[in-house]
């Protein structure tokens, strides 16, 4: 039901977007987010986006990503500028109502030069 794009291979210091569609879902009811996995890690939060447009970055990524979302489209996105070979990972994209999460199947992120 979430379907990630925009993945690829990136030298460092260049930008990428990823974009999430949603299908039988409901966007605007929804916590938007975007997590992602390296290999022999466990996946871990890069950013969320509330209902209200409320946005949380992780510490690592804040002021180089934007989380944005587009209810009537589906769509969630994440602008990654200035990027840095640690970003390298498989990125999923999440929808979370009270308990309930839905996950994407990733898309493969890599950034070296």
């Known amino acids: 039901q979430l379907v990630e794009s925009g993945g690829g291979l990136v030298q460092p210091g260049g930008s990428l977007r990823l974009t999430c569609v949603g299908s039988k879902l409901l966007f605007a009811r929804y916590t938007l987010g975007w997590y992602r996995r390296v290999p022999g890690k466990e996946r871990t939060l890069v950013s969320t986006i509330t209902q209200a447009g409320e946005t949380n970055y992780a510490d690592s990524v804040k002021g180089r990503f934007t989380v944005s979302r587009d209810n009537a489209e589906n769509t969630v996105y994440l602008q990654m500028n200035n990027l840095k070979p640690e970003d390298t990972a498989v990125y999923y994209c999440?929808?979370?109502?009270?308990?309930?999460?839905?996950w994407g199947r990733g898309t493969q992120v890599t950034v070296s030069s």
């Open positions: 999440n929808a979370r109502l009270r308990t309930v999460d839905y």
